[in-house]
Structure formats: C-alpha cells, structure tokens
C-alpha cells in the first residue's frame, strides 16, 4: 500500500491543474491579456484551492480511518463474545475459497490460537481492510496540498514571468495535463496516450467554457 498519499497527490494535481488553468483563461477572456489581475486570480485560486483540498481530504480520510477503526472494535468484540462462531466463520470463508473443509479449519484453528492474528485475518477476510495499513489523513492532506500547488502554479508560470498572453499558460498547462494522464495510466489497464489525451481534452473543454464566459461576463463587469 501507499500510506493513502497516492490517490490525493495525482487527483490533488489534475485539480490544480484543470482548475487554475480553467480560472486563468476565464480571467484571460474577460480582462486585458498579461492583466494582473489574473495573476492575482491565479494567485488567489492557487492558494484556496490547495488549502480546500487539504481540508477537505483531511476529513474524508479521517472519516474513513475512523469508520475502519469501528468495524475493527466491533469484530473485535464478536471475536471474544463468539470465539467458536467467529472460527467457523473464518473456515467457511476459507472453503467457499476452495480450501479443503479439513485445511480450512486448521487454519482458521491456528488463527484463532492468537486473538490478534484472529482479529486481523477476520478483518481482511470480512470487511476487506488491512488493520495494519489504514490511511493516515495527514499524509493524504499534505500530499493533496503540495501536489495542488505544483499542478495550479503550472498555467500561472508563464504570467509570472511577463507572458503577454494566455498562450504560454495554455502550453503549459495541455502539456502537463497529457503527462499527468499518461503517468495515471501505469497504475490502470488504459494505454498512455488514451490516458493522457483524454485528460488534455478535459482540461481544455473545461478552460474553453471558462474562457467563453469570460467574454461574456468582463465586458460587462469592466
């Protein structure tokens, strides 16, 4: 396992990245080209982005670590209520696997000789968790955050350098967005290309909407 940083660090990334570059072309068609004001706004959803990601799988993670916690305490409790029932359980889940009725229950006997290989045999038979692996939301939340930041400071970069236009910005980030699909595609069955083509293609929809309202709201604003 990965200690739960894996998950929010490529979805951290393609959120700071689709997100700010959607914000940075919104702010592009509704403003002067090179405005500071879309660094600022760059700026600005750089910085909340990643703090409301933090948080918001700081909570999840832990409400998901807390749940795991109480299914755990209560098998853990059938366990010393039931220990004869709980054994057979575990031996008929060995056998509905395909071991033989006698080895099943040597094992789920030899298991059972220790409450706590008992505890967590059960838990991951039963409940599909792994009680020594459980993912930790400070982990999940700094990864969250980090990987926003470096995904949402891609399309800002070239305006904080003195980009004239949202060109540079536009590279970038389709670039990124295609590396980052494509890298996501090593842990799933989809070919890197389709990975990452279908990741830029996303990006630059949600950007050219963001940019087309935009045109339609600054000038009226301004």
């Known amino acids: 396992m990965n200690g739960g940083w894996l998950r929010p660090a490529v979805f951290g990334a393609m959120d700071g990245l689709v997100s700010n570059f959607a914000l940075i072309a919104g702010m592009d068609g509704g403003t002067s080209s090179g405005s500071k004001f879309i660094v600022l706004a760059g700026l600005a959803g750089l910085a909340s982005g990643a703090f409301s990601m933090a948080a918001g ?51 789920a006997k030899q298991f059972h000789a220790d409450p706590e290989q008992a505890l967590e045999e059960h838990v991951r038979e039963e409940l599909g968790i792994d009680p020594t692996d459980l993912p930790n939301p400070v982990t999940a939340a700094a990864s969250s955050f980090i990987c926003f930041a470096i995904g949402a400071f891609v399309p800002l970069a070239p305006y904080l350098v003195g980009a004239g236009s949202v060109v540079p ?33 996303l990006g630059a929809a949600a950007a050219a909407l963001t940019y087309f309202v935009g045109t339609l709201v600054g000038p009226g604003i301004g």
Do not use: M, N
Request: contains cysteine; glycine residues 4%.
């Open 57 to 107: 799988e700081y909570t999840s993670v832990a409400s998901q670590r807390e749940l795991a916690r109480a299914e755990i305490e209560v098998e853990r409790r059938e366990i010393k209520k039931h220990p004869i029932d709980e054994e057979i359980e575990l031996a008929e889940t060995y056998r509905a696997k395909g071991l033989d009725p006698d080895l099943a229950s040597k094992v």
């Open 169 to 201: 910005s536009l590279i970038f980030a389709l670039t990124a967005l295609f590396v980052c699909g494509a890298v996501v595609s090593r842990v799933t069955s989809r070919s890197w290309w389709y990975s990452g083509l279908r990741q830029l293609l």
